[in-house]
Nanobody
Framework: QGHLVESGGASVQPGDSLRLSCVGAGFTFSDAAFSWYRQAPGKEREHVATIYSTETLKEYSYSAKGRFTISRDNRRSTVYLQMTDLKPEDTGVYYC???????WGQGTQVTVSS
C-alpha cells in the first residue's frame, strides 16, 4: 500500500554531486525503513543504502561508503540520497524501496560520463 516517487536524477560528469529524493505517500512514513537500489544497463538491480525508522541506523554498499549519504525528513515524507564524487560506474536507474511492504518507485536516471 502507498507509493513512492523518485526525482533528482541527471546527466553529470565524474566528480560531480547529485541529490536524489524519494517522496512517499499513502502510509505512515515515520514507521518505515527505506532503501535505495540501482540498476545499470545489462546488470542486476543492486542495493545502495538503507535507512531505518531510527535515523541513526544506516547501511551502505561497499561502493557507496564514503561517497553517498542516505537521510530522511519525516516532516516532508522524503528520503534522500546525497551522492558525491560520482563515477561512471554509478550510472543507472535509481529506485527507492519501502522495506515494510515491498513498495518500489518508478526510478530516476543517473548518468555519469565525461
Amino acid at each position: 500500500q502507498g507509493h513512492l516517487v523518485e526525482s533528482g536524477g541527471a546527466s553529470v560528469q565524474p566528480g560531480d554531486s547529485l541529490r536524489l529524493s524519494c517522496v512517499g505517500a499513502g502510509f505512515t512514513f515515520s514507521d518505515a525503513a527505506f532503501s535505495w537500489y540501482r540498476q545499470a544497463p545489462g546488470k542486476e538491480r543492486e542495493h545502495v543504502a538503507t535507512i531505518y525508522s531510527t535515523e541513526t541506523l544506516k547501511e551502505y554498499s561497499y561502493s557507496a561508503k564514503g561517497r553517498f549519504t542516505i537521510s530522511r525528513d519525516n516532516r516532508r515524507s522524503t528520503v534522500y540520497l546525497q551522492m558525491t564524487d560520482l563515477k561512471p560506474e554509478d550510472t543507472g536507474v535509481y529506485y527507492c524501496h519501502r522495506r515494510n511492504d515491498d513498495t518500489w518507485g518508478q526510478g530516476t536516471q543517473v548518468t555519469v560520463s565525461s
